[in-house]
């Protein structure tokens, strides 16, 4: 990979990090404790404090929020998605984050001006993906995915910390990377191509992954034990 698409490759992963757990990435933001002030428009999803102020959250591991995997569930908000803003400029972006369409939408209170413009680069420079095409929303099975290749991946990549059955690593004490991908292959996805907040987990996209090698991942993954 070229040092300039290198560079902008870290700029859209670490965005796609601060879509997941800003905080975990920002190093001056605090963890909130309190509700984002847009939580009280919604009454269907029950999660409080930091929870609140997740991108993903209300807009979903497949940024389509309401018409997504997150458009039922206990996730569900009834908030849009993203992926339609994906054709704004950068600029425009920012000034959303700002809270320029909805006041209660201002982040620039509790992010630095550098993780808000990464944020809007993951936005606006190519992070987003029509995840419909790359996941059956019905059987959750990745479309098209090769195991094989994918296992050649996991085993070369992601075993040296997950281990080679992935059950190394456990996340919230009891999920394993079988657990993740059958559950959840939106979430196991946009891990894959931008790595976990605060962990040295690397994300797909800066090793020059595809699409279709995180796919593969996920397909492999959802082979192994999920206990």
Known sequence: MEKTAASAAAVVAEGGRLYDSWWKVDAGAVKPTTNNPLWSLQTKNTRTGADTWRCKECHGWDYTGKDGAYGSGSHSTG???????????TRELVNILKGSANPAHNFSTVMSSASLTKLATFISGGGLIDESTYIDYTTKKPIGSNATHGKELFNSVCSTCHGLDGKTLKFDGKDVVGTIANDNPWEFLHKVRFGQPGTPMPAGIER?????DALDVLGYSQTLPKE
């Open 208 to 212: 020059g992954w595809t699409i279709k």
């Open 79 to 89: 908030f849009k998605g993203v992926y339609d803003t994906r054709i704004k400029s």
